[in-house]
């Protein structure tokens, strides 16, 4: 019987272009991948994320990694939770409708705790919408899209370099907490170019799986998790023997289908992320020193927001924004102690109110939260921001 | 907002539009090491059709990527200008393809047979280039020899001569070569 054939690791930092490059969203989020050490793709192209798909078909075999493209969504995220338990890390990329069909695997990927990206370029829905037209329509979604209780954490990227920075982030992220993490783009940041410097390898932060420490036994527990929360992961192929499955399962990993086990699983599975929120959190704040009135804007409506901030600024107005890097987890804490200092909190949102809701439960009625909604297809410009703020101060 | 200069882009899909306005935008971003952000009209037509591509040059970090007041526009097609010249304020310099843009009735407005010179050249493709030879020599958005290398950079090596002719008839159209001593 001859050896399985493996394939040879490629070298640490092998996927790093380090420079000055003018790219897009969607290829910065693809460089952050490879960079990261993803080896394993599995997508079915759609705009307006075909472009990370492109640079992964692109880049990947010559990397010793994998690209597939799948039958459909449902099977790309199925085939990136596979990679990982390959001990691949690996990434999907999508947009609205395959992000649709993917919260079945993602479910299935938060339960059995398998690290691996989800990118979601958003664009305008419902179902297949306006295919080539921005939206920010999917936040919700990335939150309470699969049924079930689920902890969260998705990244909103404001700018190409951004899209590199939190790729890694996300993969990062994702082994240290053991779960899928979603990337949360839009269409104006894939599409848009602008400088973005890839550092040097060593000076780009990679968190590396965490693998168990003792060697394979009769009595290892693989899901056995360590003070936070994260256990170690024996990945296939590494002589450990792990069952994995979408049911409720004990620390062995076999469906135990009793009320005690699911709220010990499910409330850790919550825990690991509400515990470790404080590290997770990441926000931009601009002038919210002694803001009047702040808004609070993510992604690409966040360009829109900062130019607006500053306009109001000059003309003396206390205006300041808050822009949420990580979606989810949402920084509560942060946006609950501006309400109490802030008259009105103005929300412009490439949606019909989805974070504005979530600020609203912060604010807790200290502070009026003006919502701007707006249906996709084109983002606020910064002038309709900067006449609400006034507006909402007279 | 006198520190933002917007330069929009505007032909018929196929003739480079977009790539024309990427290559600006490395030329700024990279050789300059200025600020520049790089945006495309964006739609199911493939080729054909009105399509435009725009930069936003700054000295400082550009935040909203949107044409608002363009300081340039290039028109390359006759439906581009009916759909986009209108976005051309009074202060901003047109540049536009004789041959297939009906003359503006404006003033800062330069025409080039921006085609015509490409074809002459063996290859109607690098009109786009010929196009950014004319911007580098007509306005200030950018640093002419920052762009000739972003230009260069964006082409396979065996066609480097023949854009970078195309970009030097653009940039000395309608002007006497100047001869360093």
Redesign the interface.
Not at chain 2, 62 to 66: F, R, S
């Given at each position: 019987m001859s050896e399985p054939a493996v394939l040879p690791s490629p070298p640490a930092g092998a996927g790093v272009r380090t420079g000055?490059?003018?790219l897009n969203g969607d290829e910065a989020v693809a460089e952050g991948a490879l960079a990261a050490g993803c080896r394993f793709f599995g997508g079915y192209p759609i705009t307006?994320a075909t472009e990370i798909a492109e640079v992964m078909a692109r880049r990947l075999p010559g990397l010793g990694g994998v690209y597939i493209q799948m039958e459909d969504e449902i099977a790309s995220l199925a085939a990136v939770l596979g990679a990982s338990w390959g001990a691949r890390k690996s990434m999907t990329a999508t947009s609205g409708p395959g992000f649709s069909l993917m919260m079945e695997n993602y479910g299935l990927g938060l339960m059995t705790e398998t690290p691996c990206v989800i990118v979601d370029v958003m664009r305008a829905g419902p179902s297949t919408g306006l295919?080539?037209?921005t939206s920010q329509g999917d936040v919700m979604q990335a939150r309470w899209g699969t049924h079930g209780d689920v902890g969260v954490i998705a990244l909103v990227p404001s700018s190409p370099q951004e899209c590199f920075d939190l790729t890694v982030e996300a993969f990062n992220l994702s082994e240290e907490y053991r779960m899928p993490v979603v990337v949360l783009a839009d269409?104006?940041i894939g599409?848009?170019?602008?400088?973005v410097v890839i550092p040097p390898a060593s000076e780009i932060r990679i968190v590396e799986r965490r693998v168990p420490g003792a060697p394979p036994s009769p009595g290892f527990l693989p899901f056995e998790p360590g003070e936070d929360l994260v256990p170690p992961m024996a990945c296939a192929g590494e002589g450990y023997r792990v069952h994995v499955t979408g049911l409720t399962h004990d620390e062995r990993g076999y469906p135990v289908l009793d009320a005690p086990t699911q709220r010990r699983l499910v409330g850790r599975l919550l825990e690991k992320v509400r515990r470790n929120a404080p590290r997770i959190l990441r926000c931009e704040e601009v002038s919210t020193e002694d803001a009047e009135v702040l808004v609070v804007a993510y992604g690409?409506v966040a360009?829109?927001a900062?130019?607006a901030v500053?306009v109001l600024r000059g003309k003396g107005v206390k205006a300041g924004l808050l822009r949420p890097i990580t979606v989810w987890p949402f920084p509560t804490t942060r946006v609950r102690a501006l309400a109490r200092r802030v008259r009105a909190i103005v929300v412009p949102e490439v949606n019909f109110g989805q974070v504005a809701y979530e600020v609203d439960r912060c604010a807790r009625g200290r502070a009026r939260v003006s919502l701007m909604p707006l249906l996709g297809g084109s983002?606020h410009?910064?002038g309709e921001i900067a006449d609400r703020v006034e507006e909402v101060l007279r | 907002m006198s520190d933002r200069t917007e330069i929009l882009f505007a032909g018929f899909g196929g003739q480079g539009i977009v790539l024309a306005a990427?290559i600006l935008?490395?030329a700024v971003?990279?050789h300059e090491g200025r600020?520049?952000?790089?945006?495309?009209s964006?739609?199911?037509e493939a080729r054909g059709g009105a399509c435009s591509a725009s930069v936003v040059v700054s000295d400082r970090p550009?935040?909203?990527?949107?044409v608002?007041d363009p300081g340039v526009v290039v028109l390359m097609s006759r439906a581009a200008a009916e759909k986009y010249g209108g976005m051309a304020g009074p202060g901003a310099v047109v540049l536009y393809d004789e041959d297939l843009v009906p003359r503006p009735d404006r003033a800062g407005a330069h025409p080039i047979p921006a085609t015509r010179i490409a074809a002459g050249l063996g290859a109607r493709m690098a009109a786009n280039v010929v196009m950014l030879g004319f911007l580098a020599g007509r306005t200030d958005a950018v640093d002419p020899d920052a762009l000739k290398r972003a230009v260069l950079e964006a082409v396979p090596a065996k066609h480097r001569s023949l854009n970078e002719k195309a970009f030097l008839a653009g940039m000395t159209h309608g002007r006497p070569l100047e001869v360093h001593a």
């Open positions: 000055s490059w003018f307006p295919p080539t037209a269409e104006v599409h848009m170019r602008e400088r690409s360009r829109s900062r130019e500053r983002i410009a910064p | 990427t935008g490395r971003a990279i600020h520049a952000v790089q945006i495309q964006y739609g199911p550009v935040d909203y990527p949107y608002r």
